[in-house]
């Protein structure tokens, strides 16, 4: 079992800034990919940011130059810090992974997501 949490979100002015975080503990062997989805009320389950590996990070054009995934697998926290938020991005944020348990078995997990309001 994989446990997810994320943490980060909140109420941010127009151009503000917020870093989400995405702590993960269990049955890990490696992590193939982490990715942070957004889905915004009524709307559908869109991702954002996915890192493979520390040099293989992929961006939704939206997002592309104001988003940064990264990932530090020593304190087991993955990161979404976001800059330059706009009014038309709030929405539940969500971590998800893919990783291979110690049984060498693979394994998807979401966490349960965190909010950001963007409003002045």
């Known amino acids: 079992q994989v446990h997810l949490v994320e943490s980060g979100g909140g109420l941010v002015q127009p151009g503000g800034s917020l870093r989400l975080s995405c702590a993960y503990s269990g049955d890990i062997l490696s992590i193939n990919a982490m990715v942070w989805y957004r889905q915004a009320p009524g709307g559908q389950r869109e991702a954002v940011a996915a890192m493979l590996s520390e040099d293989n990070t992929n961006y939704a054009d939206s997002v592309q130059g104001r988003f940064t995934i990264t990932r530090d697998n020593a304190k087991n926290m993955g990161y979404l810090q976001m800059n330059n938020l706009t009014p038309e991005e709030p929405a539940v944020y969500y971590c998800?992974?893919?990783?291979?348990?110690?049984?060498?078995?693979?394994?998807?997990?979401w966490g349960q997501g965190t909010l950001v309001t963007v409003s002045s």
């Open positions: 998800h992974v893919r990783v291979v348990r110690r049984d060498y078995r693979p394994l998807e997990a």
